[in-house]
T-cell receptor, first 115, second 113 residues
Framework: DAKTTQPNSMESNEEEPVHLPCNHS???????IHWYRQLPSQGPEYVIH???SNVNNRMASLAIAEDRKSSTLILHRATLRDAAVYYC????????????????FGKGTKLSVIP | DAGVIQSPRHEVTEMGQEVTLRCKPI?????LFWYRQTMMRGLELLIY????????DSGMPEDRFSAKMPNASFSTLKIQPSEPRDSAVYFC???????????FGSGTRLTVV
């Protein structure tokens, strides 16, 4: 899997928007951009994914740069429950025939939310 | 759906004992993954299955680790014999064989003393 770079940590005030950046300058044309988060003492949780266009769901928005070399996860109003480690991961979208859909997690960004 | 179900939630065992971790994936998902998480190494993929067949076990640390998926609704990860350095949280995840999200279980916290 291609590599991603994220800041180690970020802080946000409660009820304010949060923009979590991710750089992936070596992304290939078939790589999807996935975001997961892991709350304390829980398993990782899927947040959102996209290929080229910006994506929105009930949890967050994903803004993808035109050249696809970076992306930003946007939490529109941070709550205390959003305090977690956020992982940006590239996942190859090609069907290899054997079904190779593995995710490789990096260190992620630890988001702290200040009341 | 109850999600991915792992058991036990916690396991404490003595060095040298056999440990078996269990996972029930989401019905209809045909890819299953075993991860291990430690403070030092983060989340590591150990092995994954597609349609019950092991596809890549290159992340399995040693021959002491083995995993099976006898049917679409059950998988086990076995460590025999266990060692203190195997202490970690072990996660199971499942997904559809298309570009979609993984669903992770709540994990098994293993402590080997």
């Amino acid at each position: 899997d291609a590599k991603t770079t994220q800041p180690n940590s970020m802080e946000s005030n409660e009820e304010e928007p949060v923009h979590l950046p991710c750089n992936h300058s070596t992304i290939s044309g078939t790589d999807y951009i996935h975001w997961y988060r892991q709350l304390p003492s829980q398993g990782p949780e899927y947040v959102i994914h996209g290929l080229t266009s910006n994506v929105n769901n009930r949890m967050a928005s994903l803004a993808i740069a035109e050249d696809r070399k970076s992306s930003t996860l946007i939490l529109h109003r941070a709550t205390l429950r959003d305090a977690a480690v956020y992982y940006c991961i590239l996942r190859d979208g090609r069907n290899s025939g054997a079904g190779s859909y593995q995710l490789t997690f990096g260190k992620g960004t630890k988001l702290s939310v200040i009341p | 759906d109850a999600g991915v179900i792992q058991s036990p939630r916690h396991e404490v065992t003595e060095m040298g004992q056999e440990v078996t971790l269990r996972c029930k994936p989401i019905s209809g998902h045909n890819s299953l993954f075993w991860y291990r998480q430690t403070m030092m190494r983060g989340l590591e993929l150990l092995i994954y299955f597609n349609n019950n067949v092991p596809i890549d076990d290159s992340g399995m640390p040693e021959d002491r680790f083995s995993a099976k998926m006898p049917n679409a609704s059950f998988s086990t990860l076995k460590i025999q014999p266990s060692e203190p350095r195997d202490s970690a949280v072990y996660f199971c995840a499942s997904s559809l064989a298309v570009i979609s999200g993984y669903t992770f279980g709540s994990g098994t916290r293993l402590t080997v003393v």
